[in-house]
């Protein structure tokens, strides 16, 4: 795939519609948009059979199709790595705006192997 971010195509449970829309696509990956200003907090986690995993989420980022490795510290919210077929963990917070964009991704695309990868996020004030 083109892209750094992760794909969740498996939603378990979306019960913030009415703060935040959830987007996947097979061109540019997940994404949260903001709909309602506020403190949220969130976590993602990642779990690889043959590549290292490394959780990155992002706010706002712009390019794709590079590895969010390359962002400015102000993009990333948050980010962890951990060796192959072993949980990679990553919490957050933030207070976002309407129009904020909220991202999974990783530094080695969507062409690997997923055990299973798990993203959550609420809005807390």
């Known amino acids: 795939a083109g892209t750094y971010v992760r794909r969740l195509t ?6 913030g519609a009415d703060v935040w829309t959830y987007t996947d696509s097979a061109t540019n990956g997940m994404s949260v948009t903001i709909l309602e200003e506020g403190w949220y907090k969130g976590s993602a986690s990642d779990l690889r059979s043959t590549n ?3 959780v990155i989420v992002t706010k706002n980022a712009t390019n794709l199709t590079v590895s969010p490795a390359t962002l400015t510290n102000g993009t990333i919210l948050g980010t962890a790595m951990a060796p192959t077929s072993t949980w990679a963990h990553v ?3 933030d207070y976002l705006y309407v129009g904020d964009v909220i991202r ?14 798990i993203f959550r996020m609420m809005k807390t004030g």
Request: charged share 25%; proline share 4%.
């Open 10 to 15: 498996t939603t378990v449970e979306n019960s």
């Open 52 to 54: 290292t995993p490394e």
């Open 91 to 93: 919490s957050w917070s």
């Open 104 to 117: 999974m991704q990783d530094t080695v695309g969507n062409d690997d192997t997923t055990i299973r990868t």
